[in-house]
């Protein structure tokens, strides 16, 4: 786990090809040979094509991003181009930084084509961060990926060095040092900052370094000046991670890669065992668990389960990771081996000792929230539902369908009737409500009869009115409504109601049937 109580350490990674390498491995992909072509993608800019990206072959020739696609063929005729896809590219360094988190759990994007590792306090896993480094860079390389990387005390020092820089690791404060020589383009200010600071006359870092802060905030802007700042190690912002640490986190890194399943299945029950003694010491069960392998490839498998409640119980989460893995449309490939295993628990809830009461009901809800489990981790989250009370006073709005798991964490609670009483509400809405005519007495008063469905019922019980008026912020103009539960001669329950109060709302409420109690 990353210890925060040591000095920060970033390490920056920069994809200098990034848009020209997902092309190139999609296509040794397919051909099964990386091509040696010179590549651009180019994008309409003001209306003509230009070079967004190319790989490290067009670059030799002098075909660089900024550069008009027709005049790079004129250069070059046999230049291969292609659209740019910035999405891909996104979807791409996105997925680069999920597979990023075997070395520690907190990775930032570094848009348009960077990463921000915290590796405070996990390089000793490693060997130290030279080992660290040369690791991630390796693996980086072996997937068909141009990479530069540098580890400095600041998020900022590490991306600038890693931009500009020629060095590879900056110890805690030296990185001013380091980065004095760079230029002022190292700080990723904007086009009209860069031009005004070369105007200026102020073309490397280190020119900025010696003013004062005042002076040069008060003609370039703060912002500049936080930059600058944050470049030069004396400010540290830190990084917003792109998955939350978890709660708990177990993993087992392997000498030699597994692929067998029932190795995979050992080591996973292990990893569960392991998780849920972490979760008995701080009192916990886990809401969320979250199995990931890590393959020789680089490239990364990982299944999630909910529960519908808190749990450490390895029996059963061993089994919800089966339920899933067993309804996956496509196996889990170990390729050429697992090396990287974990179990983390993102979300976790407060748990106490079980405490069954003498009517059993206890061993009876756990009995449900575990089938409930087991139905999600097979068909999902979203085809297991459950009706969950809400909170409103519309008889329509009363009630949603919601994922089972995610009902437990709603404490709304069902209106109930009183020991003895019949239930307030149907347990059958019509929806909208069907129109009836009626016989009363008084035109605010209770029906007599009504015809529903060309049957006439004679109304022997009566009991209301229930004033439930419109949720104004919802709906407008709609009439207040009258309920009564009403009981005919043959013991048949009906809720109906009237719509508009009488000489304030209308001259002529209408009657409606809402719901069926039996």
């Not at 993608?41 to 790989?55: D, E, H, M, P, W």
């Not at 979807?91 to 075997?102: C, F």
């Not at 005004?196 to 003013?211: F, K, V």
């Not at 009836?436 to 109304?459: C, K, N, Q, S, Y």
Request: aromatic share 6%.
């Amino acid at each position: 786990m990353t210890d925060l109580s040591s000095p920060r350490r970033y390490l920056a990674l920069w994809f200098p090809f990034l848009p020209t390498d997902r092309l190139e491995r999609l296509a040794s992909r397919s051909c099964g040979a990386r091509a040696e072509a010179a590549l651009v993608l180019a994008s309409s800019v003001k209306g003509a094509a230009r070079i967004v990206a190319a790989n490290r072959q067009a670059h030799a020739l002098g075909l660089k991003p900024g550069l008009a696609l027709a005049d790079a063929r004129a250069r070059v005729p046999d230049i291969a181009a292609a659209d740019h896809d910035a999405e891909a590219d996104a979807a791409l360094l996105k997925r680069l930084a999920e597979a990023s988190d075997r070395w520690t759990p907190l990775v930032a994007l570094d848009p348009p084509h960077g990463l921000i590792l915290d590796v405070t306090g996990c390089a000793h896993l490693l060997g130290g961060e030279q080992a660290l480094r040369a690791d991630v860079l390796k693996r980086l390389r072996l997937s068909g990926f141009s990479v530069r990387g540098v580890i400095a005390g600041t998020p900022d020092a590490a991306r600038a060095l890693a931009l500009y820089g020629g060095v590879e690791i900056v110890m805690s404060g030296f990185e001013e040092e380091a980065i004095r020589p760079l230029p002022v383009a190292a700080l990723d200010l904007s086009e009209a900052d860069r031009a005004a600071l070369s105007l200026a006359g102020l073309r490397r870092i280190g020119d900025l370094a010696t003013m004062p802060r005042g002076p040069l905030a008060a003609r370039f802007g703060h912002e500049l000046c936080a930059k600058l700042w944050r470049t030069l190690g004396r400010d540290d912002i830190r990084i917003t991670p792109l998955r939350a640490p978890p709660a708990v986190r177990a993993e087992r890194l392997f000498a030699e890669p597994i692929a067998h399943q029932e190795t995979i299945e050992q080591a996973l029950k292990g990893l569960i065992a392991e998780a849920a003694e972490m979760l008995m010491a701080i009192g916990h069960g886990g809401r969320a668990i979250e199995a990931s392998f890590f393959r020789t490839d680089g490239a990364v498998r990982r299944l999630t389960v909910e529960t519908g409640r808190p749990t450490r119980d390895s029996g059963a989460i061993f089994r919800l990771l089966r339920e899933k893995l067993d309804a996956l449309a496509d196996p889990l490939d170990p390729g050429f081996g697992f090396d990287l295993m974990r179990l983390s628990v993102p979300v976790s809830e407060p748990l106490g000792q079980a405490q069954p009461g003498l009517d059993g009901k206890a061993i009876e809800d756990d009995e449900i929230a575990d089938l409930v489990d087991r139905l999600t981790a097979r068909f999902g989250a979203e085809r297991v539902l459950r009706f969950a009370a809400a909170d409103t006073h519309a008889p329509s709005r009363a009630s949603r369908l919601m994922p089972a798991a995610a009902v437990a964490l709603k404490r709304e609670a069902w209106t109930e009737a009183e020991p003895g009483e019949p239930p307030l509400r149907p347990l059958k809405l019509f929806e909208p409500p069907q129109p009836i005519e009626t016989l009363a007495e008084a035109p605010d008063g209770p029906p007599l009869r009504f015809r529903w469905r060309r049957a006439l019922h004679r109304v022997v019980r009566a009991e209301g009115p229930e004033r439930i008026a419109a949720e104004w912020w919802r709906t407008h103009g709609q009439p207040t409504r009258d309920y009564y539960r009403v009981e005919d001669e043959e013991g048949r329950r009906f809720w109906l109601f009237r719509a508009g109060l009488y000489e304030r709302e209308t001259t002529e409420p209408r009657w409606y049937l809402h719901g069926l109690f039996a």
